[in-house]
């Protein structure tokens, strides 16, 4: 343990010991209240426009804190494992970033509305202790966030300040040596102002042996009401991740996927060297909310976010049994040849978005109108190396490390300048029980992909087009038309930019809240949907021996049926459930994968967790919860010239429990994961690309609340 450990740890303990406890009574009649927001309201906002989310025409989840703190999730991957339309953990669990798909496609992140310093992959990796809620939009959002993926997006909104004083401090401790300590605090500081502080450390292994990590994560925000109708909030993060010995997987098929005549491949086996390998990563954001209300009932709003995220990661990785005589036929099944690499990434973003809200009325319809300008521009710098040179094989049943590796200089592969600016209008038109939304975006796009001397620019129109009605009893059924589009990367063989890909989709479906009470809150939903992504990326028929050009012929279809169920009752019983039905496939392609489904997107999900809390008597406070989730079979990779097998990631059925108890302001809890540890392969994609998936954690937590 460092000595920042220890001063982080005896400043923790000094102030629960300080902080004062209240006694709880044993009167039947007390209710121990929990996660009184467990379920999202229909009327908070589902998007930046403000449309409640029981009226908004498309599929979304709402994640509240209540549902994060109850459950005891701390990435965007565990938060989806009782969501609809949705997989995580896709590579097993990785500690620097969420691998996410929805409805087969990988979401972007969003922050606050903003989209951040997103690098190689879609996320950020940033920890959810710092998020108020998490919301997942699913099918096209083109049309309120610009460039976005046909399946969807995530956007994880900032905790904000509040007037009442109010915050926590907790310790958690785990296997896989884990241990946490973590807080929050927020007030009034004058008659104007109010601030919120939160922040964590922490520090423990992984399911791979001979890994380390740590991460520091501290969040400040402050709140101004400069007049009843002009307010602006000031928000901020730093994260820092460090990850030390990790191998990462990347384990042979044979002994996960397959048999192996050694036996099974170890869960915690690593084929990285436990000296040299690390992942380092800083990252942070600044921005501002600012609203203002002029007289007549028209609102300004704007939000901006920058955002700066830096990595380095040194490694070596496994690939593949040794194969002396290439017949393919591995000479022991035990010994793995490896390679190293090096990889670097630097990304800015720069986004600000300003929009004008009201409401009018032509004859008796009632406009809800938000008009928008935004503008985001992104920097991104990718360096990497890689080499089989002089790197020792490995024994993955019986590993020997300690050998001398030097760093491998890295070159640069990207340098990216992309500068997007997008107008839309968004009318919500109201008559009687009618509700029409029609959105209309276009946006101007302007590339410099410096290291290849390509500058092109791209401009596009998307929209959404949706009609509901809201019965008096809390249902609503709708239709929604929606549209997406991605610049994409590269160029064809003649050196002319590729155009972007483009999607659009039609869904209908139902969203049901009733008014049960005061104590009771129940969200359904239900969504049926045929999404068609066009100019996806194919290889070019004129191709002759080891070409690689590409030509936007391809197309994609998803299409899909989605039932989702959030519900507490009294303050006792709380539920979650959730049944995807997906069919995928790409329908026009030049190359083998003509026919295949897309990888990592089963037929069918099931989920299902329930969490009881005892309100009566002396025991009053102590809940427990039990959840399943099923995952059948999907494709671990599309078929391909050099990979033309498809490796299917088998089927499974984990279970999650959880065992806690509130007593005044203290709660104390044990959570767990994948209770039975039941050892399976999360994904497939090669014969030397294996991983498994999460295998047993357990938590502890101690929180004092004030």
């Not at 904000?160 to 958690?172: A, L, M, N």
Request: charged letters at 20%.
């Amino acid at each position: 343990m460092t000595f920042r450990s220890l001063c982080l740890a005896a400043t923790a303990i000094g102030a629960v010991a300080a902080a004062p406890a209240f006694a709880q009574t044993a009167d039947e009649d007390v209710i121990v209240v929990t996660a009184p927001d467990y379920v999202p309201l229909g009327s908070e906002e589902a998007n930046k426009t403000g449309m409640p989310l029981i009226e908004t025409p498309q599929s979304v989840s709402l994640i509240s804190r209540d549902q994060i703190d109850l459950l005891d999730w701390n990435n965007l991957s565990q938060t989806v494992r009782y969501v609809a339309g949705v997989t995580g953990e896709n590579y097993g669990p990785d500690m620097r970033v969420d691998w996410l798909t929805m409805r087969g496609f990988e979401p972007v992140q969003f922050l606050d509305g903003t989209r951040g310093s997103i690098g190689s992959i879609a996320n950020t990796g940033l920890d959810l202790y710092g998020a108020e809620d998490v919301r997942i939009l699913r099918g096209p959002s083109a049309a309120l966030y610009g460039l976005t993926p046909p399946g969807g997006l995530v956007d994880i909104v900032s905790r904000r300040p509040r007037e009442e004083f109010g915050g926590e401090i907790g310790v958690e401790v785990g296997n896989q040596d884990l241990w946490q300590i973590n807080g929050d605090v927020t007030g009034a500081l004058s008659d104007t102002v109010s601030a919120r502080l939160t922040g964590l450390y922490r520090e423990g292994g992984s399911q791979t042996r001979g890994v380390d990590t740590d991460r520091t994560y501290i969040a400040p925000a402050l709140t101004w009401q400069a007049s009843p109708r002009t307010t602006l909030t000031l928000l901020a993060y730093y994260q820092d991740d460090g990850i030390y010995g990790d191998g990462m997987g990347f384990f042979p098929s044979q002994g996960t996927l397959t048999p192996n005549p050694n036996g099974p491949i170890p869960v915690d086996a690593n084929l990285g060297e436990t000296s040299y390998n690390r992942f380092e990563r800083e990252h942070y954001g600044v921005g501002y909310e600012f609203s203002h209300e002029f007289e007549g009932g028209i609102t300004l709003t704007q939000n901006l976010k920058y955002t700066d995220l830096e990595s380095i990661q040194r490694g070596i990785g496994g690939n593949g049994f040794v194969d002396a005589d290439f017949d393919g036929t591995p000479d022991d099944y035990r010994t793995v040849s490896r390679y190293s690499f090096s990889f670097d990434e630097d990304v800015d973003t720069l986004s600000v978005d300003t929009r004008l809200a009201g409401t009018f009325t032509t004859g008796a319809i009632e406009h809800d109108l938000t008009g928008g300008l935004d503008w985001r521009e992104y920097d991104y710098i990718g360096a990497s190396a890689f080499s089989f040179a002089g790197i020792p094989t490995i024994d993955i049943y019986n590993p020997v490390y300690g050998h001398t590796i030097a760093d491998l200089p890295t070159a640069p592969f990207d340098s990216t300048l992309q500068q997007q600016t997008g107008l839309y209008l968004v009318d919500q038109a109201r008559l009687d029980n009618w509700i029409a939304t029609l959105t209309v975006r276009h946006d101007w796009v302007k590339t410099e992909q410096r290291l290849a001397g390509i500058d092109h620019d791209d401009d596009d129109t998307s929209w959404t087009a949706g009609l509901a009605y809201r019965f008096d009893n809390g249902l609503v059924p709708y239709v929604s038309w929606a549209s997406s589009f991605q610049p994409a990367a590269g160029s064809d063989r003649n050196g002319v930019a590729f155009d972007p890909t483009r999607g659009e989709q039609v869904e209908a479906g139902v969203k049901y809240q009733p008014d049960l009470g005061p104590d009771t809150r129940v969200l359904a939903t239900a969504a049926v949907y045929r999404l068609v992504q066009d100019n996806v990326l194919t290889p070019d028929p004129q191709n002759a021996a080891g070409e690689s050009f590409q030509v936007q012929t391809g197309e994609v279809e998803v299409s899909g049926f989605e039932v989702e169920f959030v519900g507490r009752f009294r303050e006792r019983l709380s539920l979650n459930a959730a049944l995807t039905w997906t069919d995928s496939e790409v329908t026009r392609s030049n190359g083998p994968d003509l026919g295949a489904e897309l990888p990592v997107v089963p037929s069918f999900q099931a989920s299902a967790l329930a969490d009881y809390t005892i309100q009566e008597g002396r025991l009053a406070g102590l809940g427990a919860s039990l959840g399943a989730r099923f995952m059948a079979e999907s494709a671990g990779n599309l078929p391909s010239a050099f990979t033309p097998e498809v490796y299917t990631n088998p089927s499974v059925t984990l279970f999650d429990g959880s065992v806690h108890y509130d007593y005044a302001d203290w709660r104390v809890a044990v959570s767990g994961s994948n209770l039975f540890d039941e050892t399976y392969v999360a994904r497939c994609y090669s014969a030397v690309n294996c991983f498994y998936g999460a295998p047993r954690t357990v938590r502890a937590s101690v929180t004092r609340r004030f």
